[in-house]
């Protein structure tokens, strides 16, 4: 298996990595949200009721 990072051979301790460093690599794309996913937002059809409360009635006390 390879480092998904470098592409060098793993090392067991940081599987699926071959070092911390790669480790740290990927850690960091996580947390700064570089892995993140593309959301195709749909337009809600005419008569289906919308998500977001409107008038606040919906809403939880705090």
Do not use: Q
Not at 8 to 22: G, L, Q
Not at 25 to 50: I, M, N, Q, R, T
């Amino acid at each position: 298996m390879s480092c998904p990072i470098c592409g060098k051979d793993t090392v067991a301790k940081y599987r699926p990595f071959c070092s911390r460093r790669c480790a740290d690599v990927d850690l960091g794309k996580w947390l700064s949200g570089a892995y993140a996913l593309p959301v195709e937002e749909e337009d809600a059809s005419p008569g289906e009721p919308s998500l977001a409360p409107e008038d606040g009635k919906n809403r939880k006390p705090h």
